[in-house]
């Protein structure tokens, strides 16, 4: 008698995406108005809980790390590796016609986005990012 046929009993392969598909698998960057400074490739990350903004980009958006609020809090990123964050700074987000306050954790990163917005601003916002069409709507 044969076994019957079960797909997770067999080893998993993956085609190559093709030239058109590997549009769809970059990560989602914005342009966007961090409280009244223009910052580009800031990513927007569903997977994210939390607003991240790199330390380097602190000065950039007219603060001071006097102006953080200090937590006790860590950052952890996909691979696992904990870091504590500097502090808390809350900075106005405007992207299109939605404008809010937002709260970021400061970190200490060698990151290549300018800012991250995670699910409490694309939540808070009503937005809906896409990967595949490279935009967000809100």
Known sequence: MRKPFRYEDEPGHFRRPSEKQKFHLRPLHITATTSGIKV??????????ISVLPERMLMKVSKHP????????????????????KGL???GVKVGSSDRNTIFM???????YNALLGRDWIHGVGAVPSTVHQSVLL
């Open 40 to 49: 580009n490739k800031v990513l927007i990350d569903g997977g994210a809980a």
């Open 106 to 112: 400061v970190v200490s990163s060698k990151a290549s």
């Open 66 to 85: 006097y102006d953080l609020i200090p937590t006790n809090i860590l950052v952890t990123d996909f691979s696992s590796a904990s870091t504590p964050a």
């Open 89 to 91: 700074v809350t900075l």
